[in-house]
């Protein structure tokens, strides 16, 4: 539960973290913040699916 609470704060709805991390930093554009987290969210989904897979058994 606490994996997918982490990843919908860093998913583009909603980003608080992303929205953070990107006011620290005022010359770096949101989509720019965005497209460099794309990766670790690509990431997190596919654990959580895999998690979710492995504990329907």
Do not use: K, W, Y
């Amino acid at each position: 539960m606490l994996m997918v609470m982490q990843t919908g704060l860093a998913h583009p709805p909603v980003g608080l973290g992303i929205c953070i991390i990107n006011s620290l930093s005022r010359d770096v554009a949101m989509l720019d913040t965005f497209e460099g987290v794309l990766p670790f969210l690509a990431s997190d989904f596919l654990r959580v699916i895999l998690l979710f897979c492995l504990s329907s058994d």
